[in-house]
C-alpha cells in the first residue's frame, strides 16, 4: 500500500523582510487545510530566504534576485516554470498585487491558481493591516480554517544554541533603531527614530530598569551604531552580528522589543510577547506589528493630524518630522509599566 502523497503548494511573496513575515500568515491555514499533507514552496528574494531556515513546512525555496526581468530572459523564473511541468502544483497562491510575477502564474503547472494575473486584490484599505490583505487573497481559494491560525508565523534557531554567543540568559529588552532607508537624507528617512531619542531611551532603561539592553541591526548598518558609543553598561550592540534565525529567537525570548516601521518590528510580532511600535509618517493600522492572542503590540505616536503621510504629496514638502523628533524617550518608556 502507498503512502499518500503530499499535495505541492506555490506560495509567491518576494517583498522585503517585513513584507514576508506578514504573507507567513497563510502557512498554518495551509497547512491544517491540507491537514498536514502538503509540501509548500516559496518565491522569495535571496536576502530573506534565512527566514525559512528552520521552518519545515517550507520545502522548498525558489531565490529570485532579478524579478522584474520576463521569464525568457530569467533563468530563476524558467526554473520554476519548468520543474512545474513533470511535477505540477495543486495550488499557486500569488500574494504580490503587482504585474511581476504574472508569466510566472501563468505558465507555470497547477490544478489551481489565485491572485495576479487572475484576481487583483487592492492593498489600499487605510485601516487594513497587510496580514488581512494577504489573508483576503488566501479567501479566494480557501474560507473555512482556524483564523486564530492566520498570523504571522516564523521559526528561529534553537535558543539552547546561542546562548554562549549572545547575551540572553539575563532579562533583555531589544532596540530596533534603524530601518530600511536610515539616515536617508530626503524625506524617505521621515520614519526613523532620531538617535538622541534613542540614547534618551537606553538611559531611561538603565538607570529605571533592571534589563540589559540588545540593540539590534544588520551588517549595512553598522556603521550606523557608531552614533551610540560610548555605549553603557549592559548595553550590548549585536549589529551585524545575527542571522535572521537567530534574530528572530533573541527576540522571542525577550521581555520587551522597541521598534520603529521596519523588518525586525514584523519579526517581534511574530515572535516577542511584548512590542512598542514607533510610527511617525507610516499608517500603523497597515505597517504596525500585526496583534495577535500571543504577543501585546502598543502604537507609540503622536498622532498628529498631518499622520499618516508617507506616500503622500505632504511628507515631500514636510520640512522636519516632528511625529517623530518630538515623540521623545518618555512617550515610550511610559509604554514599559504597561506590560
Known amino acids: 500500500m502507498s503512502l499518500r502523497q503530499n499535495k505541492k503548494v506555490l506560495v509567491i511573496r518576494c517583498g522585503l523582510l517585513g513584507d514576508t513575515v506578514d504573507a507567513t500568515s497563510v502557512i498554518e491555514p495551509l497547512v491544517e487545510h491540507f491537514k498536514n499533507q502538503v509540501d509548500i514552496h516559496w518565491v522569495t528574494k535571496p536576502g530573506i530566504s534565512d527566514l525559512f531556515k528552520f521552518d519545515k513546512r517550507i520545502k522548498k525555496i525558489y531565490k529570485l534576485k532579478h524579478t522584474k526581468l520576463p521569464f525568457y530572459f530569467n533563468f530563476d523564473k524558467q526554473r520554476i516554470i519548468y520543474d512545474s511541468i513533470f511535477n505540477p502544483y495543486e495550488l499557486i497562491l500569488n500574494l504580490e498585487i503587482g504585474k511581476k510575477f504574472n508569466d510566472v502564474v501563468k505558465y507555470t503547472k497547477s490544478r489551481v491558481k489565485f491572485g495576479m494575473p487572475y484576481q487583483f486584490v487592492n492593498d489600499d484599505i487605510f485601516s487594513e493591516h497587510r496580514v488581512e490583505h494577504q489573508l483576503r487573497i488566501l479567501n479566494l481559494y480557501l474560507k473555512d480554517y482556524d483564523k486564530n491560525l492566520a498570523c504571522p508565523s516564523?521559526?528561529?534557531i534553537d535558543k539552547n544554541k546561542i546562548t554562549n554567543k549572545f547575551p540572553i540568559t539575563k532579562d533583555y529588552v531589544v532596540l530596533c533603531p534603524t530601518n530600511s532607508h536610515i539616515e536617508k537624507d530626503n524625506h524617505r528617512g521621515y520614519r526613523s527614530w532620531p538617535a538622541e531619542n534613542w540614547k534618551n531611551l537606553m538611559q531611561k532603561i538603565i538607570s529605571q530598569t533592571d534589563l540589559n539592553i540588545l540593540l539590534v541591526g544588520s551588517n549595512a548598518e553598522k556603521d550606523y551604531f557608531s552614533t551610540f558609543y560610548p555605549i553603557p553598561e549592559r548595553v550590548y550592540?549585536?549589529?551585524?552580528?545575527?542571522?535572521?534565525?537567530?534574530?528572530?529567537?533573541?527576540?522571542?525570548?525577550?521581555?520587551?522589543?522597541?521598534?520603529?516601521?521596519?523588518?525586525?518590528?514584523?519579526l517581534a510580532g511574530a515572535v516577542?510577547?511584548?512590542?512598542?511600535?514607533?510610527?511617525?509618517?507610516t499608517n500603523h493600522h497597515q505597517s504596525s506589528p500585526y496583534k495577535t492572542k500571543s504577543n501585546n503590540v502598543k502604537v507609540a505616536s503622536l498622532n498628529l493630524d498631518c499622520s499618516p503621510c508617507y506616500d503622500t504629496k505632504i511628507i515631500k514638502t514636510c520640512k522636519k518630522n516632528v511625529c517623530m523628533q518630538d515623540l521623545n524617550a518618555n512617550e515610550i518608556f511610559k509604554y514599559f509599566n504597561e506590560f
Open 154 to 156: 516564523i521559526i528561529g
Open 237 to 266: 550592540d549585536l549589529s551585524g552580528k545575527t542571522t535572521v534565525p537567530e534574530l528572530i529567537t533573541i527576540l522571542e525570548n525577550s521581555k520587551i522589543v522597541v521598534a520603529t516601521d521596519s523588518g525586525s518590528a514584523h
Open 272 to 281: 516577542a510577547k511584548n512590542i512598542i511600535s514607533i510610527h511617525g509618517p
